[in-house]
């Protein structure tokens, strides 16, 4: 996957995303073993084509890229990386029929060949704390109970794993690396596993 050495980013795992639960605008924090920042977004409401901005830190100063849909709204829509320049960097996909039970996406090189699959390890759990979430006030404790897993395959080998963690008013995943990994390969799956917390908390 050929994200420009400019890109990359020499990470130090497991990682950490964090997602704000409570912030009027969605808001996610990527952060290394060392709490480094790896990426941050904060997501723009009311856009019926999705468009997140993927920054460097909370500071918003340095742009790392731009994902972006192909489509206004759809169940198998594809999601694009780009440079600040335009430049296309690769893609991550949601494969409709396969992610109504167990949620299965596709990571893209920049030529569109797959390259990794991210998939739910255990659906079930998925689905209750997609339920119990939207309840009021329980809601806000499901993540104390209800810990969903996601593998990161490549050619049917696990190279990275991300687990829901216990946390309060904030959804945590740890984020480790399994297998070997190119630097480039390593942002292009974080940046997939991202643009998937967003999507799969708007399924519920």
Request: hydrophobic share 45%.
């Amino acid at each position: 996957m050929p994200f420009p050495r400019s890109l990359c980013i020499a990470m130090k795992f497991p990682l950490t995303l964090r997602f704000k639960l409570l912030a009027l605008a969605p808001q996610i924090f990527v952060q290394d073993a060392q709490q480094n920042p790896i990426c941050y977004v904060k997501q723009k409401l009311l856009r019926l084509r999705e468009k997140v901005e993927v920054f460097a830190d909370e500071s918003r100063s340095a742009l790392i890229c731009t994902i972006e849909a192909d489509r206004i709204i759809d169940f198998s829509a594809c999601y694009t990386f780009k440079a600040p320049d335009g430049t296309l960097l690769g893609k991550v996909r949601r494969k409709g029929m396969k992610s109504l039970w167990r949620a299965h996406y596709e990571v893209l090189d920049g030529q569109g060949n797959p390259s990794y699959v991210i998939r739910e390890e255990n659906p079930f759990t998925k689905v209750l704390d997609g339920f119990i979430g939207e309840l009021p006030i329980i809601g806000i404790f499901s993540g104390y109970f209800l810990n969903p897993r996601y593998a990161i395959l490549r050619n049917d080998e696990k190279v990275m794993s991300m687990v829901k963690h216990r946390a309060f008013l904030e959804s945590r995943f740890e984020i480790v690396q399994n297998g070997s990994v190119s630097e480039s390969d390593q942002l292009a799956v974080v940046l997939s596993l991202l643009m998937f917390v967003l999507l799969e908390r708007s399924r519920g």
